[in-house]
């Protein structure tokens, strides 16, 4: 149950983002939904695997670099799912720093069990 609670935040978040940021757009709630199920599913998957491959230059970078491996998972959110467009790689990151803050707030009101 909280998993489908964190799930439609995170859609509420989506759209409030389309919606404030001139670089991204999403459609409908229904997009909103399946652009944060993917991009669920997308960290789940890519991201672990992005990570290592990628170790050396994030040691150098001291984490910096994980920023880019957002954008490039809400780039492939973008590409996965009509509906919803980012213009581009720093919208992208613009998107995934803001998306994460949202969420962070967002997920600090659903109470531990």
């Not at 997009?31 to 991201?47: C, M, P």
């Not at 973008?78 to 995934?96: E, H, K, P, T």
């Amino acid at each position: 149950m909280k998993t489908l609670v964190k799930l439609i935040l995170t859609a509420l978040a989506v759209i409030l983002l389309g919606y404030l940021l001139p670089g991204a757009s999403v459609t409908s709630f229904m997009t909103a939904l399946i652009v944060a199920v993917v991009i669920a599913l997308l960290r789940l998957t890519v991201k672990p695997i992005l990570v290592v491959l990628t170790l050396p230059i994030t040691v150098l970078t001291l984490g910096i670099f994980l920023l880019v491996i957002n954008a490039v998972i809400i780039l492939l959110a973008d590409y996965f799912v009509s509906g919803f467009a980012v213009d581009g790689f720093w919208w992208a990151l613009i998107f995934s720093l803001l998306l994460s803050l949202f969420q962070s707030l967002l997920f600090a009101l659903i109470k531990e069990e």
